[in-house]
């Protein structure tokens, strides 16, 4: 049986715990024991030790049920800061940042984000519509797509 990855198990939940990025992990572990680790597997660990999962999700910002191919999409990536935000969570280096970025460009240039599974690209801004509530980050969809499965 090949040695195990995991030196210090406490060590790694305490990390978990404490919000560092799987990333973070996988480099203090090739600085620490010069032994080289996955953020799948950091995952894999958090899940067979019981540690609820980091992710937050917020269906008013992510209505839609996101295709695979979308899944990495930059609207998609500052939709799920802005839930960690709003859920009391800490972004994590430059990310605060760019989700204020973000935010400001849709407000300057008056658009919301739309998405259609069904497009190559998936994720696109929109011109803001009266029907958008003030403030609104995206175009909610409607009842009868959603009701078909489309969103």
Request: no cysteine; hydrophobic share 35%; glycine share 6%.
């Amino acid at each position: 049986m090949p040695p195990r990855k995991i030196q210090d198990e406490q060590e790694a939940i305490r990390w978990i715990e404490e919000g560092k990025t799987y990333a973070w992990i996988v480099e203090k572990y090739r600085e620490k024991y010069g032994i080289e680790t996955t953020v799948p597997m950091w995952s894999t660990f958090r899940r067979r030790r019981g540690i609820e999962p980091r992710v937050v999700r917020d269906t008013d910002l992510i209505p839609w049920r996101v295709s695979k191919d979308h899944m990495l999409a930059y609207p998609l990536v500052m939709l799920r800061a802005e839930a960690r935000l709003r859920a009391g969570e800490e972004l994590q280096g430059r990310a605060a940042s760019k989700l204020a970025n973000w935010k400001k460009m849709l407000e300057e240039n008056g658009q919301v984000v739309y998405y259609d599974r069904d497009t190559a690209d998936g994720f696109f801004y929109v011109p803001r519509e009266d029907t958008d509530p003030d403030g609104a980050l995206i175009r909610r969809p409607t009842r009868d797509r959603r009701a078909k499965g489309e969103d």
